[in-house]
């Protein structure tokens, strides 16, 4: 069974940083695809930062292209995800999926639909 396990949430202020990080129980054909979405309070989970397991591939939203950075440790089976020059905003959820890739688009267009494993969520608050 497939199971992710995020730690490292906590409040932070603007313009610092904070790195979340996923474990993965189980790697197989069906997780290749890892990455990071955002939920805030009332709006839809978004994608933020993709990466294909396998390649290396990393993929970003124009919102956090530039300030995040999602990496891995494929012998640990981790997944990090550093978020620089945090903005202040409300409280987000940050939840760690993964799932397959899409036929032609591989992991470059991840959607919350796409995935098919999740973690339980950490939440991120950014002060002012």
């Known amino acids: 069974q497939v199971q992710l396990v995020e730690s490292g949430g906590g409040s932070v202020q603007a313009g610092g940083s904070l790195r979340l990080s996923c474990r993965i129980s189980?790697?197989?054909?069906?997780?290749?695809?890892m990455g990071w979405f955002r939920q805030a309070p009332g709006k839809e989970r978004e994608a933020v930062a993709t990466?294909?397991?396998?390649?290396?591939?990393?993929y970003y939203a124009d919102a956090v292209n530039g300030r995040f950075t999602i990496s891995q440790d494929n012998a640990k089976r981790m997944v990090y995800l550093q978020m620089n020059t945090l903005k202040p905003e409300a409280p987000a959820m940050y939840y760690c999926?993964?799932?397959?890739?899409?036929?032609?688009?591989?992991?470059?267009?991840?959607?919350?639909?796409?995935?098919?494993?999740w973690g339980q969520g950490t939440q991120v608050p950014v002060s002012s």
């Open positions: 990466i294909y397991r396998p390649g290396g591939n990393t």
């Open positions: 999926a993964a799932g397959r890739p899409l036929l032609g688009e591989g992991c470059r267009t991840f959607r919350k639909s796409d995935a098919s494993y």
């Open positions: 189980v790697y197989n054909y069906d997780n290749r695809c």
